[in-house]
């Protein structure tokens, strides 16, 4: 387990205490059944924004905190627990892709409200059903002293309500980052229904122009913002996997069958038990991970071990409650069922098990 500074173990405790008190699973069932368009309810997020989450890896000349991405791991992983609907982690990759790239003036755009929970932003990346980094179809042309941006994006997620898009496009000098206004001519985006029920868009963009200091980064900037969203989509299942098992251990503890708890069946326990470790080991290459990215040592390895061991580990357990509560696992009634519907979007989300297994096995000279 991570060492946490006395103001990471605050945050950590209050984002616990706000999630289980505010924010219980009952929220996201009521988020899903009102069939909000952006996927999240409006007055968590500006909730949140309030707490100052959405500002923490915001540096503090732009109105944030600069507290890092261990800081806003603990809280993807505390609102992971109860499925809590929001787009911080996508609007912080938005913003970490402006600060690693962009020029002062879109900063001093940006940044701000970004930070203060006022506008949210995602990151556009891929264009088929398969995470794909290096085949971007989506260009971005010189015209004049600006850029004109044609292609089109899938499953981008929490794109629903966001204001800014940071879009992955191919420039003459490799692939790069740009800040799309979404209110800008020749954006267009369509609702994409997946079954986490939470806010993803097909995302057109057709003759859209920029002026020059859209472009927020080279290849390295683009490299970065990836391993940053798969740290958290690591994180957020973390947190999931936890929750699940806490859930499932005490369902085992109250329910009988022939005369006994179920939990004191050696079977059930040799089950719960290779949960606990597994999850126990895909906390340690989470945090490890997190903590790669607040010291830029070994970043990409470390993210890659992260992401295909959070990737198995989610969905060796999802499966696992599921058939530990029984039939009624797979019943609306019961909210363990919405954890599996979340876990296989993050699964795929920023690359599979597969995919990083050989992405670690490149990086290691395999």
């Known amino acids: 387990m991570a060492v946490l500074s006395e103001e990471q173990t605050m945050l950590r405790d209050m984002a616990r205490e706000w999630t289980q008190n505010e924010s219980p699973v009952s929220a996201f069932r009521k988020v899903r059944n009102g069939k909000q368009p952006t996927g999240y309810d409006p007055q968590v997020h500006a909730a949140m924004a309030e707490m100052g989450w959405t500002g923490i890896i915001v540096p503090e000349a732009f109105g944030g905190t600069d507290f890092g991405?261990?800081?806003?791991?603990?809280?993807?992983?505390?609102?992971?627990?109860?499925?809590?609907?929001?787009?911080?982690?996508?609007?912080?990759?938005?913003?970490?892709?402006?600060?690693?790239?962009?020029?002062?003036?879109v900063k001093a755009e940006w940044l701000p409200r970004l930070a203060s929970g006022e506008i949210t932003g995602a990151l556009a990346v891929d264009e088929g059903p398969r995470h794909a980094p290096e085949a971007i179809a989506t260009t971005a042309t010189r015209q004049g002293d600006g850029w004109v941006i044609d292609g089109h994006k899938a499953f981008v997620h929490d794109a629903p309500g966001a204001a800014l898009l940071v879009v992955a496009a191919t420039t003459d000098h490799g692939i790069a980052l740009f800040a799309v206004p979404t209110d800008a001519s020749g954006v267009t985006l369509s609702a994409r229904l997946l079954t986490d029920s939470r806010g993803h868009s097909d995302v057109a963009l057709a003759g859209v122009k920029l002026g020059a200091s859209a472009r927020l980064g080279d290849a390295k900037d683009y490299a970065a913002v990836l391993d940053q969203a798969r740290a958290l989509a690591a994180a957020e299942m973390l947190g999931m996997a936890d929750h699940s098992y806490q859930v499932t251990l005490a369902y085992l503890k109250q329910r009988t069958q022939f005369g006994e708890i179920i939990a004191r069946f050696q079977a059930l326990q040799h089950r719960m038990a290779e949960?606990?470790?597994?999850?126990?080991?895909?906390?340690?290459?989470?945090?490890?991970?997190?903590?790669?990215?607040?010291?830029?040592?070994?970043?990409?390895?470390?993210?890659?071990?992260?992401?295909?061991?959070?990737?198995?580990?989610?969905?060796?357990?999802?499966?696992?409650?599921?058939?530990?509560?029984?039939?009624?696992?797979?019943?609306?009634?019961?909210?363990?069922?919405?954890?599996?519907?979340?876990?296989?979007?993050?699964?795929?989300?920023?690359?599979?098990?597969?995919?990083?297994?050989?992405?670690?096995?490149?990086?290691?000279?395999?």
Request: aromatic share 6%.
């Open 275 to 366: 949960l606990y470790t597994r999850i126990e080991l895909m906390r340690s290459a989470v945090e490890g991970a997190l903590a790669a990215l607040d010291s830029g040592s070994d970043v990409a390895a470390t993210v890659a071990v992260a992401k295909a061991t959070a990737n198995e580990v989610m969905h060796l357990v999802s499966r696992e409650v599921i058939q530990l509560h029984g039939g009624i696992g797979m019943t609306d009634e019961y909210d363990i069922g919405f954890y599996i519907k979340r876990a296989r979007v993050l699964e795929n989300a920023w690359g599979s098990a597969a995919f990083h297994r050989d992405r670690f096995a490149t990086l290691s000279g395999f």
């Open 69 to 105: 991405w261990v800081s806003l791991g603990l809280v993807i992983e505390e609102t992971a627990k109860t499925l809590t609907a929001s787009p911080i982690a996508a609007s912080a990759l938005a913003a970490s892709a402006l600060v690693l790239g962009g020029d002062d003036a």
